[in-house]
């Protein structure tokens, strides 16, 4: 992992329950197809250090697509069709944003770059299988990483998007953090509050009202 993530979460990744998670995952590897491709299940946390964390924007399981995972909750490789929960996202950012320019592929590098952890879950999955590395230790985790980031830092902004991702609100103090929700951005429930959520152009109030650089969520073409 990134070092500062290092210093702030290594020691859980010898606990036996990784152990465990790591010999399930060597098999897996070797006897499946599994995303994302290993050398970028920890991309999230080589793309926004710990010391930059701004925003957490929480996903769930990585896409189960060719192709699609490269270890950003929400964001797919540039050469592969943008997922409609995406294309609901960049839609709610055109709301905030009247001047976003929809980019051509869903790449989010660039929000991670710039202090926006996109992390799922659950950090691997079997092709076409939704779900199938759930409860083997990723959400043991994750919960782990999201409590860290309670404890050790201030008024960072987590945006919370569907009923899995609002459970895991009892993890974060709500005195030094905050909190924003709303449905998930998926086809299923975005009508129902998530394309007009604007949590994005919130997002950017509470870090201008902490003294803080705002995120520029334009996505370069």
Not at 9 to 34: A, C, D, R, S, W
Not at 105 to 121: C, D, I, P, R, Y
């Amino acid at each position: 992992m990134e070092k500062s993530w290092e210093k702030a979460v290594g020691i859980e990744l010898h606990k036996p329950y990784m152990k465990e998670l790591k010999i399930f995952l060597q098999k897996e590897y070797k006897t499946n197809l599994i995303f994302p491709p290993a050398k970028q299940i920890f991309q999230a946390f080589d793309k926004t250090p710990f010391d930059e964390i701004k925003v957490v924007i929480l996903g769930q399981d990585p896409y189960h697509r060719k192709g699609q995972a490269h270890g950003l909750a929400f964001s797919v490789q540039k050469n592969v069709q943008i997922p409609p929960s995406l294309r609901n996202i960049y839609l709610a950012i055109k709301n905030d944003y009247p001047d976003f320019i929809t980019p051509p592929h869903g790449n989010l590098s660039s929000w991670a770059e710039q202090g926006v952890l996109l992390l799922n879950t659950v950090l691997t999955v079997r092709e076409g299988q939704a779900g199938s590395h759930h409860h083997r230790g990723w959400e043991q985790f994750t919960d782990r990483i999201i409590q860290t980031i309670s404890d050790k830092k201030e008024k960072v902004i987590f945006l919370l998007w569907g009923s899995p991702a609002k459970r895991k609100e009892i993890l974060i103090d709500t005195t030094k953090h905050y909190i924003l929700k709303s449905v998930h951005p998926s086809p299923l429930s975005a009508y129902r509050g998530f394309l007009d959520c604007h949590h994005f152009k919130k997002s950017n109030e509470i870090l201008s009202e902490n003294g803080q650089v705002i995120i520029d969520w334009q996505i370069p073409i």
